[in-house]
């Protein structure tokens, strides 16, 4: 009797057991998880904080609309503290213990390049949203940032015709975003009958640029290509100004922060890119109501850098809903199917490598250090 009622009583144990089990799934079974990394803090943390906040904005809207699959999705987030160790330890957290479906990345390419291990092995998708040198590819990776072809391309023939723009003189950081580049731009200069009269590389970390600019002064081009970034930038673009050097300057990777950090220096820089805050449009200004209103009038304002995880979260949730389920196969299918249109207009994925197609403006720096959109280029593909 006994024996039977102890049988009794582990049956009833057990069935606790899994009903707890069940109820703990049916829990975790309404959201859907996906995770951003990005610089909050280290050398690239001006960016990562506004990359955090327009993916939440994004999430939020997502959910707001039904969300995913008639789920809400959860954001999770994690820090790279701008080291390529640790934006591989945090991949491995979010795709490996909390089960990510998805994982967008904003940050540089050697943390991206530190990761594709541990995201490959995860067989999950990956969205690397920033502007990048282009020319990676991988079965469930994606590029939703502006690569060189689609800032190069159709921007150069309309600054050499409208400034005059036929000598060339490249500063860039020496790493591979600017060589690309400059390969780009080389070829574009010389198809519309420009030339490259210098060509100038420097470490990132460069605060000293008085050798290249007496370079560029013995040189005397009309416009010059800013392929330096960060601080770097910041350091050349003050010291062109402090030498009384008055040329064209033309930019790529400049978010409008730093603009403002280049102080009067900047006046006048053209910099061709998929996003601008200044840009006049309904969607954008909607967009930034709906950013102010979430984050505060003391929040990082949006760039084309920083705001780049918006638009794909939000494909990816497309996706995901025109497949009707999770699995990475028939996401990928119907990835290249779905536009989105937000602030920067409308985006889509290209199905054979995975780039976006993007809106491209040329934008000019005022007086007051703001960007001023002065030609619009449409849609233009990767």
Known sequence: MKKIFAILVMIVFVGVLVACNQTSGASNDNTIKIGIIADLSGSGSTLGPGAVNAAELAVEEINAGGGVLGKEVELITGDSASDAKTANDQAKTILNKNKADALFLMSNSANREAMMSTVEKSNKLFFYTPIYEGGSYGDNMYFSGEVPSQQIEPVIPHIMETYEAKKWFIVGNDYVWARKTSEILKGAVEGNGGEIVGEEYVPMGTSDFSTIISNIQSADPDFISVEVVGADAISFVKQLESMGLDKGLFAYNVDEDSIKAMGKGAVGMLEAASYFYNLDTEANK????????????????????????????????????????LEVKEVNEALPTVTFSGPKGEVSFDGEGHHASLPIFLGEVGDDLEVTIVKEFGIIEP
């Open 286 to 325: 909607e967009y930034l109501k709906n950013y102010t209103e979430k984050f505060g009038e003391d929040a990082v304002r949006p760039n084309f850098v920083s705001n780049s995880p918006y638009e794909p979260i939000h494909i990816w949730a497309k996706a995901v809903n025109e497949a009707g389920n």
